[in-house]
DNA sequence: CGAATAATTGACGGGGTTCAACTCCTGTGG
DNA sequence: CCACAGGAGTTGAACCCCGTCAATTATTCG
């Protein structure tokens, strides 16, 4: 676990997806105080677990990562995939203990803001603070579109929907819409999805067959952008234009 | 829709539940300035609608409310059902815009909190800060519990989940734990859970069969919590003592 | 190379949906 | 008071998606 004290959020290629974002490069400063260290983790390691006491949030500056809960009777689900940008840790703030763990999925490093200093600073300065409220929020919101998903959507809609999802955020942050390499196993898949790991490579075959997408191992290459966005049902949002849909499936 | 403009959460008897629960008298004395007024509505009534601007935040100061995300194809999905002293509208503090509806399931009465004049007073009082960031974070991790039910437990695990949560819900605000009327039609209990309302009505008679529940229409009498309990595996949360597991079901 | 883990594929069964008919409430108007 | 309409809830029968169980293949790693 490597230790770097120097934090440049004014550096930081995934700002604009992360706490700064809204801020003036003068608050960015002041965040800068605040934000501690860099700590970097391999594939499998934890942030926190659960139980642990609430210290403060991680901002994830590369990699990726899942959240899960665990029941009372030993069984756990993935409450979601993270990437660069975003803020791991909110559902502790109540409480003072994580009820979740944190583990990631590709080396991955993380910044952390202890809370007593980022509570003072967003007292302060009201962008901060406006800033919170608004991940926060954003966090309840995709929460809500993911129980829809998970109450309304077969198996097949649910696996468009995670590829679109996936394909919209690594778009977002300048990679490859279309390719790119999943961090996470088939086992988290079907976890996060609700279904299991025979559902989900069945499917992944049938995208296959059908000329969906491309699939090698952990390698994905979506064909049909749109097909699979119809599948999906969801408007994603990508940073360039949406391809044409003269192209799109029935 | 009736307005009174004077509000005291000092006489409230869910601010308990409620925003004002870790603030000193003096700085409830200040919150109190900013709930501007008390609107009742009736079964049926929607308290904002999707796509209206978000203006603040509403308590819920007596009756019930179901949230409600659509999909674009059209299908929707209950995401939470509310009670006295809980917050709405969490969801639509980032984006500006309620990204999902709020219905009264019965007549009730909610206060409303300027989102503008939150946000100053917030700037101003420490405790309400914290107060707003443990709300937003209990609604993520409740969100995140209901993930796991979901994903993992079986249609007849989550109705008993259901009742169980509303039981203690209605324990917690002084009600009978065991006694209560559902605000709520089949219909929504189905949406909320992800099932059928048939799927519904025939788990409702099992747990008649089982000597679990009694039911007439919506009036619920639960007969064995210990055993309703287990079957909903989760650990509820009881004002009084907790009934001893000597009678308890295998 | 061999063991262990990850992923694929097939056969089968069941929990829950779907479709359909029926009953029960509730309100309304004659 | 009753008739009637209409929504809400119940019940039954058939189907099917997806989970379960099991065997096989691929991949990683010591």
Do not use: W
């Not at 995208?207 to 969801?234: H, N």
């Amino acid at each position: 676990m490597t230790v770097t004290s120097y934090v440049r959020c004014s550096n930081c290629a995934v700002s604009k997806f992360c706490l700064p974002h809204t801020l003036s490069s003068e608050d960015i400063g002041q965040l800068e105080g605040v934000v501690q260290q860099k700590r970097v983790l391999h594939a499998g390691e934890t942030l926190y677990h659960t139980g642990d006491h609430f210290e403060g949030l991680f901002a994830i500056s590369s990699g990726s990562f899942k959240s899960v809960v665990i029941a009372t009777n030993g069984d756990s689900q993935i409450t979601e995939f993270s990437f660069p940008g975003e803020i791991l840790g909110f559902d502790a703030y109540h409480g003072k203990t994580h009820n979740s763990f944190a583990e990631a999925l590709e080396t991955s490093s993380v910044c952390f803001l202890p809370q007593a200093q980022l509570d003072l600073l967003s007292q302060k300065v009201p962008a901060l603070q406006q800033q919170l409220y608004n991940l926060f929020s954003a966090e309840i919101q995709s929460n809500n579109e993911f129980l829809l998903m998970m109450g309304k959507r077969s198996a097949e809609d649910r696996l468009a929907a995670l590829l679109i999802n996936i394909s919209s955020r690594y778009s977002q942050r300048g990679y490859s819409a279309t390719h790119f390499r999943l961090s996470m196993s088939r086992t988290d898949i079907a976890n996060y999805l609700g279904l299991t790991i025979e559902t989900v490579s069945r499917l992944i075959r049938r995208f296959q067959k059908e000329g969906l997408i491309e699939v090698s191992q952990r390698d994905i290459t979506i064909i049909d952008l749109v097909g699979l966005s119809e599948l999906a049902g969801t408007h994603c949002t990508y940073e360039e234009h949406v391809p044409d849909a003269s192209s799109g499936t029935a």
